[in-house]
């Protein structure tokens, strides 16, 4: 392994040796977004105006073709299918179009007719199903495929199309009948030919195999100049590592969708193609626009990209966590700042959804936010009219909620009378011991909830301190505040989380604060 490889804090297991694809070798990308991805069944046919905007997205990411429809599906595809390919047309795009349609006149003729008014070649995405099980629900042989497969490439190619065969369930097909309907295919006229896993059953040895056996089986001993394409599906979670073993084994062009759109569970996502051929070196490309190219084609289909989807989930580049956060601090600290005038961009930290490192003595569900030192708690003011008193031991110690001011327990009144809350023996012992305090925040959206919460505390008669702190928009928090090493304050949580106090509200996560008084 070159020494360049690594660098003086990373160590690269992924070129420990030699890459299964050699640099160099060129990765082609065909966008199956507009066809193949509106066939789930939970998205929505985008409007032609947002096809085309679509459209252009893959334009600027490089994307080298799309499929722009099946105009054989009805007058609304055809029309879709025209206009998509009139805009490529009118506007000299590089990206190449292609169609899909069945092994029938009838699909093929729509693509022909595409093509002649728009000026433009249309690839003939040809498909027809191969796999045993399919011929045995439809009592198909295979003489009956292949008379089919001969036909239909023999149509396209004479009427001028570049033809693209295609069988369905490849991956579940037998050697003989894939190698006799392919060599078939390419023998009247096929110039692209297309493996498909369309129901996610392959491996990634499995798509290797595949796409091996028809590389050095088929398409070698054709004679003829072949592009290879791998076309597969996300059942298994396994279509970018399928497509990635299919491009190691001489696959020339990948088929995948944004944000994984597609039959069931859907394609290969195009954009983490995008990414990881980027980063394995294979492709050098402007992506600057993926992000835009995901978020249209959600908001186009009326999808959603879930918050922690890769690359360009909400997520994907922030962190919650006290020790990853911690971390990204410090090394944030390390890096030198850039000669630009123009302040690079704070990490980004979900503080309120922070979670911690498991330790022995804490609150059982209780999280700690890794956030600045809270602000000491101030002493307590003598009253006017009685002698002032030595501070009492800080039970309760103030802290710094994020974006609002400190605030100290205030006193509460209790049969008309005031009186400061006395702490329980578990905390005194707990100050002993100098264990941390904690404080926990329950917020709410509405104001008499807090105070409901705050009831049920009461009447449980638990050593916990609540303090009602209502906001302007009408939402309250309900602070409990206690020792760590007081066991009772793991059964108040679950008590009221089983009181659905919690549950039925959006509840911050607790701040940890250390007691200077303690020290």
């Not at 791998?230 to 396994?238: F, S």
């Amino acid at each position: 392994m070159a020494d360049h490889a690594n660098s003086e804090y990373i160590y690269d297991w992924n070129r420990a040796s030699s890459p299964a694809i050699p640099p160099g070798t060129r990765v082609l990308l065909n966008d199956e977004t507009l066809r193949d991805g509106l066939q789930n069944p939970s998205v929505y046919d985008p409007t032609i105006e947002e096809k085309i905007e679509i459209l252009h997205l893959m334009e600027s990411l490089g994307i080298d073709s799309l499929n722009i429809g099946l105009p054989g599906a009805g007058p609304r595809a055809a029309a879709h299918t025209e206009a998509l390919a009139r805009e490529i047309a009118n506007n000299h795009m590089k990206i190449r179009p292609n169609c899909a349609a069945r092994t029938v006149e009838a699909d093929i003729r729509p693509i022909i007719e595409i093509s002649q008014r728009v000026g433009i070649p249309l690839e003939a995405a040809t498909f027809l199903g191969s796999s045993p099980i399919r011929r045995l629900v439809e009592d198909w042989t295979v003489d009956h495929l292949e008379r089919t497969t001969e036909k239909a490439v023999r149509f396209a190619v004479n009427h001028g199309l570049p033809s693209m065969y295609v069988t369905e369930d490849t991956t579940r097909t037998d050697r003989d009948t894939v190698k006799r309907l392919y060599s078939t295919a390419i023998r009247n006229g096929a110039r692209a030919v297309v493996f498909c896993d369309t129901v996610g059953h392959a491996t990634p040895q499995g798509a290797y195999n595949l796409i091996k056996f028809a590389v050095d089986e088929i398409v070698e001993p054709s004679g003829e100049k072949i592009r290879v394409d791998w076309h597969g599906h996300n059942d298994r979670g396994l279509a970018i590592a399928n497509s990635v073993a299919a491009i190691a084994a001489g696959a020339h062009q990948v088929h995948a969708a944004a944000n994984a759109l597609g039959e069931r569970v859907g394609n290969t996502p195009m954009e983490l193609m995008l990414v990881n051929l980027r980063l394995m070196g294979l492709i050098d490309r402007d992506l600057s626009r993926l992000k835009e190219y995901c978020e249209k084609v959600a908001r186009a289909t009326h999808t959603t990209i879930p918050p922690n989807y890769p690359v360009v989930g909400h997520d994907a580049f922030r962190t919650a966590t006290g020790v990853h956060a911690a971390a990204v601090v410090k090394a944030s600290k390390l890096i030198e700042p850039p000669a630009s005038p123009v302040a690079p961009q704070p990490p980004d930290f979900a503080l309120e959804k922070s979670i911690p490192e498991k330790e022995p003595d804490r609150v059982p569900g209780a999280e700690i936010v890794a956030a600045a030192p809270p602000t000491p708690a101030p002493k307590p003011k003598p009253v006017a009219h009685a002698p002032a008193k030595p501070a009492p031991p800080e039970v309760f110690p103030a802290v710094e909620l994020p974006g609002r001011k400190p605030f100290s327990p205030p006193k509460r009144s209790t049969a008309g009378q005031t009186a400061q809350a006395a702490p329980s023996a578990s905390s005194q012992a707990g100050q002993a011991t100098g264990a941390q305090s904690y404080i926990w925040v329950g917020r709410y959206a509405r104001r008499d909830k807090a105070q409901e919460a705050a009831k049920k505390m009461e009447d449980m008669s638990l050593p916990v301190v609540i303090i009602p702190r209502h906001l302007p928009s009408g939402e309250a928090f309900a602070v409990f505040t206690g020792p760590y090493n007081d066991k009772k304050i793991g059964g108040v949580i679950e008590r009221l989380k089983a009181q659905s106090f919690f549950g039925a509200h959006s509840v911050s996560n607790p701040l940890v604060a250390q007691n200077p008084a303690r020290k």
